[in-house]
């Protein structure tokens, strides 16, 4: 199941402390405590694995390396390694503790969201003409502690909406590498799959039903991955007892859910077209129309009905492209 919100306590590594120390050599009995090492930080880093939150779907805290104490001779403790934590990219981190947003939209893309504390200074540090032995270091400072909300929202170019089982799967399949289950029963999906038809990203989301937006059905937790895509494709089943019903329920369910979501480009998919006449087909199409005037008639058995696909699936590319 794909994990796409959680929260986690992140801490950053406290600093290492400062020592008292002084040198052994004869006749230079002077102050050689080291400062201690810096906490390492805490960094969110873009990665393109959709799958990189799910570690935290039972480990809650982590936290980075802690500075080391410093050492004789003025040598500085190490400093605490970082902790880089790998989120996939679109994920909105929400800082809880400092009420901030980090907006993770590129491979690679780095937020330091925990600074490590700084380390103590040793004797060393404190020696002066009236202080030539100092008894006095400082010990670290901590790291931050934050609670982070990580919400992934998907940065995809299309994304395939509709009722259950009216052939989003078997779309993303035929034109991508994608490997989504596909069966004649509702649910298949259980969760969001990406694939990439030349440079476009397609996102096949889980099925919506009536009342998603509220919470109903499996599909109201993927809703908001579709606030990021550039098109949406509608996908209504020709064999439904109502098509244009189908189609205004999908579409109250996203008014409710974002109304900026109905000023997205859509396209109308009239998926299974192969199980009705020509004449039916005509009539639903015309109907569909007096809502949506981009509709296009899907069949997977046949090249003509995925090549209309593959002409809108262009078009976006080429707008894309400016």
């Not at 103590?120 to 030539?132: D, L, P, Q, V």
């Not at 934050?146 to 992934?152: A, F, M, N, T």
């Amino acid at each position: 199941m794909l994990t796409d919100d959680v929260t986690i306590v992140v801490k950053a590594g406290n600093g290492g402390d400062g020592v008292v120390r002084f040198s052994k050599t004869l006749m230079t009995k002077g102050p050689t405590g080291g400062d201690g090492g810096r906490g390492g930080n805490v960094v969110l880093k873009g990665v393109s694995d959709l799958g990189a939150l799910r570690p935290f779907r039972t480990k809650k805290k982590v936290h980075a390396q802690d500075g080391g104490r410093g050492d004789q001779n003025m040598f500085t403790g190490a400093n605490g390694s970082d902790l880089v934590i790998p989120v996939p990219v679109g994920t909105l981190a929400h800082d809880l503790t400092h009420e901030k947003t980090y907006d993770i939209g590129h491979v690679g893309e780095e937020y330091v969201i925990a600074s490590g504390g700084n380390g103590g200074f040793g004797n060393f540090h404190f020696r002066s003409s009236k202080a030539t032995t100092p008894m006095r270091a400082n010990t670290g400072k901590p790291g931050e502690v934050i609670d982070v909300r990580l919400e992934l929202k998907m940065i995809a170019d299309v994304g395939f909406v509709g009722y259950p089982n009216v052939g989003k799967s078997s779309l993303l399949n035929a034109l991508t590498n994608a490997s989504s289950k596909v069966a004649n029963y509702q649910f298949t999906t259980l969760e969001a799959h990406l694939g990439v038809y030349y440079d476009l990203i397609l996102a096949d989301i889980p099925g919506l039903i009536s009342g998603a937006a509220e919470g109903k059905g499996l599909g109201h937790k993927f809703l908001r991955h579709i606030e990021r895509t550039r098109v949406l494709f509608h996908f209504v089943a020709a064999d439904s007892a109502d098509p244009l019903a189908d189609y205004r329920s999908i579409r109250r369910e996203l008014e409710v859910f974002n109304p900026l979501l109905l000023e997205k480009e859509e396209w109308v998919i009239l998926s299974k077209s192969d199980e009705k006449s020509s004449e039916d087909i005509s009539a639903v199409c015309a109907i569909l129309k007096k809502e949506n005037s981009r509709v296009v008639c899907l069949t997977l058995l046949e090249d003509d009905g995925l090549d209309a696909v593959r002409d809108v699936l262009s078009k976006v590319m080429l707008k894309k492209q400016k």
